[in-house]
């Protein structure tokens, strides 16, 4: 899952992400991506932080007790110190800011789960 209220950000990220083996599903709305959590069990999160209600952090937050094994990955053009830590303390386990190379993120959830290959 991919959530980032830009959607230029999102298109591109699920465009290289599913050609790289992942199944992908990608929300400019941080609401309608916490009510689509209610009906699929994603493995990993991909989210930015600045969004409005509610922000990244919420929706890692969020994720996180509706499935605690989820690996979660921060992006954002803001990137602090602070909200790095922020991020970690609420369960991310990578930080990006942007802009990033779309290849060191496709290698960096390789490592945290083998794609899934086919529709």
């Known amino acids: 899952m991919i959530v ?3 959607p230029i950000v999102g298109e591109r990220l699920k465009a290289s992400l599913e050609r790289a083996g992942f199944r992908v599903d990608a929300f400019v709305s ?5 009510n689509n959590m209610e ?3 994603y493995d990993i999160l991909v989210t930015d932080l600045k969004m409005k209600d509610p922000d990244g952090l919420e929706v890692l937050r969020m994720a996180r007790r509706k499935r ?3 690996q979660a990955v921060v992006i954002t053009g803001f990137a602090t110190k602070q909200l790095a830590s ?3 303390a609420a369960g ?5 800011a942007k802009p990033f190379k779309i290849s060191h993120l496709i290698e960096l959830l390789k490592t945290l789960t083998v794609p899934h290959k086919g529709a």
């Open 4 to 6: 980032d209220d830009e």
């Open 30 to 34: 941080s609401r309608d991506a916490l």
């Open 39 to 41: 009906q699929v069990a």
């Open 68 to 70: 605690p094994d989820i």
């Open 86 to 88: 922020d991020a970690f």
């Open 92 to 96: 991310a386990v990578h930080f990006l």
